[in-house]
């Protein structure tokens, strides 16, 4: 096994562009993705009937379709369509659609939207009903019951499958790599595969890289729960 | 155009094989890392652990190139040293089902073992006091016991593999999505062609959730519901 | 239960015994029209596909094609995946280090490829413009090489026809290609017609080699010499003309 390839500053230097590009498409995404979760939730336990239809079929679409899927959808099937060319050298929103980045940043949001939202709505179901009844009790309005009573234990209740769902998007920002000019970790890898025919060392040098990312992810959740789970922990003393 | 469609709904059948062939190696490596984590054995509880861990800590992708790629270079090397002619050639099939089982086993490890958990001690004590050798308890008590446990997380599991699948397109397996991608390209409509196959996975998906929901009413039948 | 693991793994696993004397598995990258593509239906066919086709035929031998992403096809030969890539692979100093080739099949140059309204004068003139290759084609390093350092963005693709792709939705302002490849794969479609071809003919030597040629693993040199005869056979009996001429109106050899 030929490892003198991998650590040689050009080839560090690939990965590391890789690891921050990855990390960028991560944190944006998480980030964006959370917003438009928080709304679709919303949404979802809303009392419009006609918008829970909407965004349910919404998060049914998302899914029940894979990712890869998604991206070219949004990559090279939006970029087909005459509307979005007419307007996409000139016109603001959609000058965006011209750029890898945006697309890859937009599919991985929504997808990342859509699972977030359905998990956010479950645990927004599971509110104790007392709980919100004495909100109402109270006098809250409806925005504030849920601004200050049912987001806040909805969200904490929702920890610790959300930090799988980080660590999902983390895997699967190495989708990236299937959109022309985004240089993620696994292009750096396949990049150095193809120049150097070393398949085992570049591969595993990018395994290598989300372990180590998972294990930050994994610990970071770790300390999240300790702190916005107190309340549930076994007694320390 | 329209032979374009044929071939993506023949790239659908290969979808499925892959996914079923997956789902049985990965059955298969989850009841034996279940059955290594609860056996208590600190070696095999350890390596069972680290297979878990280390598998749910890199992407699949970057696992199945890894066994595309580098497995076939490595086997090869191997036999070329072992000095017989024959060159085993790993193609994007068993690459896809050996990479999507080992990965989904490892999910399914954890599904089956918080499943088997879930079942009262008291079944497991009656089956030792009927003089039932392991294996008879498994096949009679554990196994109807943990399906209605196991449920939930292995329909998860299941719709996870499905869309996985698509993955196997990027190391050359002509299935739907790698078919949808070249005819898109070779006639520079890719919005039909995506869609096209985005409709079959959300009827898979469908499919599969209903035949799961059948299966989960089938082995609740005797368990009790509290009304809401 | 582990018999039936190791018999489902067995089974998984294709052993391939390297047929030498019945099978030649024979490499394609089906995405470069007209040399390399398919048709609807998911035939291999074009001009590199004939020729392979021609030369089993000579050598008695059955081709088996295998379709491979183009920047893993000298990887994938020395994974043995198949035995040679006929898919106008041209013969660079680079290419040879790890890989022997036969003589070459065909000779054509690149050239740069841009939209009618922008004013070509010298690669200069590209400056701020957007040009999409084929990742690992010798037209990438070219574009590397001369066109990056003169302010040019260049995309690596992965299969040249998601370059025309992109070029026909309008994220690219224009591609680095084969001439015949972008005549007939691209400028004589519809979507092609405000493109044309600009500059010089590439033939430099340091980015497009000498030529296409077939690829086999270094340390075979019978089946070197099998294929080279093979291919001066079909020149000798009118085969390679026939080819030639149902995809191309030129001779396509070369100097």
């Known amino acids: 096994m030929d490892w003198e390839v991998i650590f040689r500053p050009e080839s560090l230097a690939l990965y590391g562009e890789g690891l921050m590009t990855t990390l960028w498409l991560l944190v944006s995404s998480l980030v964006i993705g959370g917003i438009l979760a928080v709304l679709f939730a919303l949404a979802l336990t809303g009392p419009w009937k006609w918008l829970q239809r909407i965004v349910g079929a919404y998060t049914f679409v998302i899914r029940g379709t894979p990712l890869l899927i998604q991206i070219y959808m949004i990559y090279y099937g939006l970029g087909q369509l005459e509307w979005i060319q007419a307007r996409w050298d000139d016109v603001w929103p959609w000058t965006h659609f011209k750029d890898p980045a945006f697309c890859a940043l937009l599919a991985f949001s929504l997808n990342t939207a859509g699972y977030t939202a359905e998990m956010l709505a479950g645990a927004i179901r599971e509110t104790h009903a007392g709980e919100i009844e004495s909100a109402q009790a109270f006098g809250m309005s409806r925005l504030q019951v849920m601004l200050r009573i049912v987001l806040p234990s909805a969200m904490r209740r929702t920890l610790p499958p959300y930090s799988n769902e980080v660590v999902m998007m983390l895997h699967s920002t190495s989708l990236a790599s299937a959109v022309p000019g985004m240089l993620d970790v696994t292009a750096a890898a396949s990049r150095i595969y193809s120049d150097f025919y070393l398949p085992f060392e570049a591969y595993l040098a990018a395994a290598a890289i989300y372990l180590c990312a998972t294990f930050c992810l994994i610990a970071l959740f770790k300390l999240a729960e300790r702190h916005f789970l107190a309340h549930l922990a076994p007694r320390r003393h | 155009m329209s032979d374009y469609y044929w071939s993506i709904l023949n790239g659908a059948l290969l979808t499925v094989g892959v996914s079923l062939a997956a789902l049985a190696v990965s059955i298969a490596l989850g009841l034996l890392g279940a059955a290594a984590k609860l056996s208590g054995n600190q070696p095999l509880v350890a390596l069972a652990t680290v297979y878990t861990t280390i598998i749910r800590g890199i992407p699949e992708l970057v696992l199945m190139l890894l066994v595309f790629y580098g497995g076939s270079i490595g086997i090869n090397n191997l036999l070329e040293m072992s000095g017989t002619g024959i060159t085993l050639d790993i193609e994007p099939f068993s690459a896809g089902v050996l990479t999507l089982g080992f990965i989904y086993g490892a999910y399914m490890t954890e599904t089956f073992r918080g499943a088997i958990l879930s079942i009262p001690r008291g079944q497991f004590e009656a089956a030792a006091a009927f003089g039932m050798g392991p294996v008879q308890a498994f096949l009679r008590i554990t196994l109807p016991q943990m399906v209605r446990y196991a449920l939930p997380g292995f329909t998860n599991n299941w719709l996870v593999l499905i869309k996985a699948t698509a993955l196997i397109s990027l190391i050359g397996l002509q299935e739907m999505t790698y078919l949808a991608k070249q005819a898109s390209a070779a006639t520079r409509s890719p919005f039909a062609f995506f869609l096209f196959t985005a409709a079959l996975f959300l009827l898979y998906t469908w499919v599969s959730l209903r035949a799961l929901r059948w299966l989960h009413a089938r082995y609740s039948l005797g368990t009790q519901r509290a009304e809401l | ?255």
């Open chain 3, 1 to 255: 239960m582990k018999k039936l693991i190791l018999a489902l793994a067995m089974g998984a696993l294709a052993v391939t015994a390297s047929a030498q004397n019945k099978e030649l598995k024979v490499a394609i990258d089906p995405t470069y029209e007209p040399f390399t593509f398919k048709t609807a239906d998911g035939k291999p066919t074009g001009f590199d596909v004939d020729i392979a086709s021609a030369v089993c035929e000579n050598l008695k031998r059955k081709c088996v094609f295998v379709e491979q992403v183009w920047d893993s096809m000298i990887p994938g030969l020395q994974a043995k995946k198949y035995d040679v890539i006929i898919s106008s692979m041209s013969i660079t100093a680079d290419r040879q280090k790890v890989v022997d080739f036969t003589d070459k099949y065909y000779n054509t140059p690149s050239k740069i490829i841009i939209k009618n309204d922008i004013k070509f004068d010298g690669v200069a003139s590209l400056k701020g413009k957007k040009i999409g290759v084929l990742k690992g084609s010798t037209q990438e390093k070219y574009a590397n090489g001369e066109l990056k350092k003169v302010g040019v963005t260049v995309t690596p693709y992965e299969a040249q026809d998601q370059v025309y792709l992109d070029i026909k939705s309008g994220r690219l302002d224009g591609t680095v290609a084969d001439v015949l490849e972008v005549t007939g794969g691209f400028l004589s479609k519809p979507e092609g017609k405000d493109y044309v071809l600009v500059g010089p003919e590439l033939f430099i030597p340091k980015y497009f080699g000498t030529g296409a040629g077939f690829a086999i693993r270094k340390g075979l040199p019978e089946l070197k010499k099998e294929l080279n005869d093979a291919i001066k056979a079909i020149r000798a009996n009118g085969t390679y003309k026939k080819i030639n001429d149902k995809y191309f109106k030129i001779d396509v050899y070369g100097g």
